[in-house]
């Protein structure tokens, strides 16, 4: 089983940036869809963004415009690249694969 480990977290001001990472233990080549959800205070945890092979990605509503995923096979990592943070996007961030675990995951605080 491929463990990932969230991180890139952190406390950034509204407008602010983020890019998050999953950085797995072995290679991910063989994993073909890598999906971003949050868990937000008092709400569901709820799919974020999503990249399906090399480069087809997907977003909710919330975040389209302002969140980038992409891969980076080599160094065995997927990034979520967060612009123009908003208060609504804060949350605890995690990766997972189709079969996968849920990990820590890392918190993104959004803070004027």
């Known amino acids: 089983q491929v463990q990932f480990v969230e991180s890139g977290g952190g406390l950034v001001q509204p407008g602010g940036s983020l890019r998050l990472s999953c950085t797995a233990s072995q290679s991910i080549r063989s994993i073909y869809a890598m999906g971003w959800y949050r868990q937000a205070p008092g709400k569901q945890r709820e799919l974020v963004a999503r990249i399906t092979g090399v480069t087809k990605t997907n977003y909710t509503d919330s975040v389209k415009g302002r969140c980038t995923i992409s891969r980076n096979n080599a160094k065995n990592t997927v990034y979520p690249q967060m612009n123009n943070l908003k208060f609504k996007d804060k949350g605890i961030y995690f990766c997972?694969?189709?079969?996968?675990?849920w990990g820590q995951g890392t918190q993104v605080t959004v803070s004027s």
């Open positions: 997972i694969y189709p079969g996968g675990f």
